[in-house]
C-alpha cells in the first residue's frame, strides 16, 4: 500500500500536458531498477540474437578462405579446429540469448504485473474519495471497464511493447554499425527505407489514436449496458423485455465492431506498406552487394552475413505495427485512467479527531441550503438541532429533503451555504473518517455484499467475533430466521443478497449497525418496504437500540416514529412543523392530514 501511494503521489503532481507514457511509467518509478535490468537483458538478448548471422559469415569464411580466415588469423590454422571455435562460440551465443530472454520476459511481466496493481489500487482508492455525485451522473459498467480493461490494456503494452521498442533499437543500432563496418559501399540501401519506415509508423501513430479513443470510449458504454441490465434482470424479465434489452446490447456491440472496424482497417494496412519498403533495401543489397563480391570489393562472407543482416534489420521493423497498435490501444487506456485519477476530491477530510467513545450526539443543522447539480435547491436555510440521546423523527412528502439531510450530515455532499456540526465541531473540521465511525445508517436499500451473512453483519466491524455477530442478531430479531437458513450463518447470500428477502436484508443491515455500536443512528425509512409483521419485529429490535443513542428516524409509515422525542416535517426543504406526535395531531396541520390518510380517517 505505501509503494502504490508513493507512486499515485508522484502522479497527481503531474499536469494534463504531460505525455500519458509519462505519467505511466511514474508508476514505474519505484521499480526503475527493475526496469535498468530488464532494458539491459532485452539489448543483450538482441544482440546475441544478431550474432547467429555474423557466425555464418565467419564460418563461409573458413570454407572459402582457409588458412587466410578470420580465425585462421588468430593463430589457429587447423581446419577442424577453426570450426570447433565456430561451433563453440554458437553454443555460447545460443545459450546467452535463451538465458536474457527468460529474464527479460521475467523482468517485464513482472513489472507489467507490479504497476497494473498499483495503477488499478490507485485508481480505485481515489475513485472511493470521491463525492457522490460523481457516481449518480456515471454508469458503474463504465467505471468497470476503466479499472479491469483500460488497465489490462496498459499491462499488455508493458508486457510485449515495451521490450519490442527497445529491441528494434538495439537491432538498428547494431546492424547499422556493422553494416558500416563491413561494407560502407552498400550500407546506405539497408538503410535507406528505414527513414521512411520510421516517418509512416509516426504517421499511422496520429491516425490511429483517435480511432482507439474511440474504441475506449464504446467499449465502456458495452460494459455500462450489460452491467445495467445484469443488475436489472428481475425487471427484464418481469416486463418481457428480453427482445427490446438485446436490440439495445446489439446497437452499442455493433457501434464497438464498428469503431474497432475503423482502427483496425487502418492499422492492418500497416505491414503491407513496410513490407514494400523492405523489399526495396534488400534487393537493392542483394543487387549491389553480390556485384561487389564479385568484382572483390566484398568478401563472400560479409556478403552472407549482411544478406542475413538486412533481413534481421528490416523485417523486426513490421512488429512496428503490432507494436504501434499495442502502444496507440494502453495510450487510449492511459488517458482515461488517468482523466480518473484527475478528477478533483471535493470532500477533504478535517484535522480535528473525534473518538467514537467520547462522541456525545448531538447534532446541529445552521442555516444550510444545498441544490444538486444543475437544480433547484432542495433545502433552503434550513437550522435543526438534535440533542444528544435523543430520538427525532423528520416527515414529509417525496422530494421534500429528508433523505438529502442525511447524506449531508454524512458528507456524502457538502452544504453550499450554513454549516453542519456534531458536538460543536463543524463537520467540515473533523476527520472524515471519525465522523462516519460515529454514524450507523440502515437505509430503505440495503446492500448486503456477495458472501456470508456472518460476514455482512460483521461489515465495517471486522475484528468482530462469532459470539458478537450473533448477539447482534438476536437484538436485530435476526437470529432465528438465520439458524433456519441451509449454512446458517455461513450461508451466501447473493449478490446484492438477492437469495433473501427484503425483511430478512433489513434486519441483517440492522445487525450489522448493532454490531457498529455507533453513538448516533440514521434510519432511513428502515421499515417502508417490509410487510407488517417483519415491520413489527424490526420495530421491537429499533426500540432496543435506540436507548441512549442519538436517532434520526426518516419515515414514510407515520406508526412507526409516533414515540419519537420530536417530529419535524419537512416540505420543499424547509421546516414547516415540529413537534411530539400528539402535539402535532392537535395543530391540525400537515402531519394531521398524513395521519388521517394512513390511519384511514377522514
Known amino acids: 500500500m505505501a509503494i502504490a501511494s508513493q507512486s499515485h503521489r508522484v502522479l497527481k503532481g ?11 511509467f511514474d508508476y514505474g518509478y519505484q521499480y526503475r531498477q527493475q526496469i535498468l535490468l530488464a532494458i539491459a537483458c532485452s539489448v543483450l538478448n538482441k544482440i546475441f540474437d544478431l550474432a547467429p548471422p555474423a557466425l555464418i559469415g ?88 476503466i479499472l479491469s480493461d483500460d488497465v489490462n490494456q496498459l499491462e499488455r503494452f508493458l508486457d510485449v511493447g515495451a521490450n519490442d521498442i527497445i529491441q528494434v533499437t538495439t537491432t538498428i543500432v547494431v546492424i547499422g554499425g556493422a553494416f558500416f563496418l563491413l561494407a560502407p559501399s552498400v550500407a546506405w540501401m539497408a538503410i535507406l527505407p528505414m527513414p521512411f519506415i520510421l516517418l509512416g509508423s509516426v504517421a499511422f501513430q496520429k491516425l490511429l489514436a483517435p480511432r482507439y479513443a474511440d474504441v475506449r470510449e464504446k467499449v465502456g458504454l ?46 492492418a494496412a500497416f505491414i503491407p506498406l513496410i513490407r514494400m519498403l523492405i523489399l526495396g533495401g534488400f534487393t537493392a543489397l542483394l543487387l549491389f552487394g553480390g556485384m561487389e563480391t564479385v568484382a572483390g570489393r566484398m568478401s563472400v562472407g560479409a556478403y552472407s552475413s549482411l544478406v542475413f543482416l538486412v ?42 479527531s473525534l473518538p467514537v467513545d467520547k462522541v456525545r450526539g448531538e447534532v446541529e443543522f445552521k442555516n444550510v441550503t444545498f441544490a444538486y447539480k444543475d437544480r433547484l435547491p432542495v433545502m433552503k436555510h434550513l437550522s435543526l438541532k438534535i440533542p444528544a440521546s435523543h430520538t427525532i423523527a423528520i416527515v414529509g412528502s417525496t422530494g421534500s ?16 451555504t450554513g454549516k453542519i456540526t456534531l458536538d460543536g465541531i463543524d463537520l467540515q473540521d473533523l476527520k472524515l473518517a471519525d465522523l462516519r465511525r460515529s454514524i450507523g445508517l440502515v437505509s430503505q436499500d440495503v446492500f448486503l455484499f456477495h458472501g456470508t451473512v456472518a ?9 468482530a467475533t462469532q459470539e458478537e455477530i450473533i448477539t447482534a442478531a438476536k437484538v436485530a430479531e435476526a437470529h432465528e430466521f438465520i439458524s433456519r437458513l441451509p449454512q446458517g450463518y455461513e450461508t451466501i447470500v447473493g449478490e446484492r443478497g438477492q437469495k433473501l428477502s427484503g425483511g430478512q436484508r433489513q434486519r441483517i443491515a440492522i445487525a450489522r449497525a448493532v454490531l457498529k455500536n455507533p453513538p448516533i443512528l440514521i434510519l432511513d425509512e428502515a421499515t417502508s418496504a417490509v410487510d407488517n409483521e417483519t415491520e413489527a419485529a424490526i420495530q421491537r429490535s429499533l426500540e432496543r437500540i435506540t436507548v441512549d443513542r442519538t436517532t434520526i428516524a426518516i419515515a414514510h409509515r407515520l406508526s412507526t416514529i409516533r414515540n419519537a422525542d420530536c417530529i419535524y416535517v419537512m416540505e420543499h426543504g424547509q421546516l414547516v412543523e415540529s413537534g411530539t406526535h400528539e402535539e402535532l395531531l392537535a395543530v391540525g396541520g400537515i402531519y394531521a392530514s398524513l395521519w388521517r390518510v394512513q390511519s384511514g380517517l377522514r
Open 455 to 463: 460476514e455482512n453483519i460483521a461489515y465495517g466491524s471486522f475484528d
Open 222 to 267: 458495452l460494459n455500462g449496458r450489460l452491467s445495467n441490465n445484469l443488475s436489472g434482470i428481475t425487471t427484464i424479465k418481469s416486463f418481457t423485455a428480453e427482445e427490446y434489452e438485446i436490440k439495445r446490447l446489439e446497437q452499442d456491440s455493433s457501434a464497438y465492431r464498428q469503431s474497432n472496424t475503423k482502427a483496425i482497417a487502418l492499422s
Open 58 to 145: 565467419i564460418a563461409v569464411d573458413v570454407v572459402v578462405k582457409q588458412q587466410d580466415s578470420i580465425i585462421a588469423q588468430w593463430g589457429i590454422k587447423d581446419i577442424f579446429g577453426q570450426f570447433l571455435i565456430v561451433s563453440l562460440l554458437t553454443v555460447i551465443t545460443w545459450i546467452l540469448e535463451s538465458f536474457f530472454e527468460y529474464r527479460y520476459k521475467l523482468f517485464w511481466r513482472n513489472l507489467a504485473q507490479n504497476i497494473q496493481h498499483n495503477l488499478r489500487l490507485d485508481a480505485y482508492r481515489h475513485l472511493q474519495e470521491l463525492e457522490l455525485a460523481y457516481f449518480e451522473e456515471r454508469s458503474t459498467g463504465g467505471l468497470m471497464s
Open 311 to 352: 533481413q534481421l534489420l528490416l523485417w523486426p521493423l513490421t512488429r512496428l505495427g503490432e507494436t504501434f497498435d499495442l502502444y496507440q490501444r494502453a495510450m487510449a487506456s492511459t488517458n482515461r485512467v488517468m482523466e480518473l485519477l484527475d478528477t478533483p476530491i471535493t470532500t477533504h477530510s478535517g484535522n480535528i
Open 14 to 24: 503531474r499536469r494534463h500536458s504531460v505525455h500519458p507514457l509519462q505519467r505511466l
Open 401 to 416: 429533503g429528508k433523505s438529502t439531510l442525511v447524506k449531508l450530515l454524512l458528507r456524502l455532499y457538502e452544504v453550499h
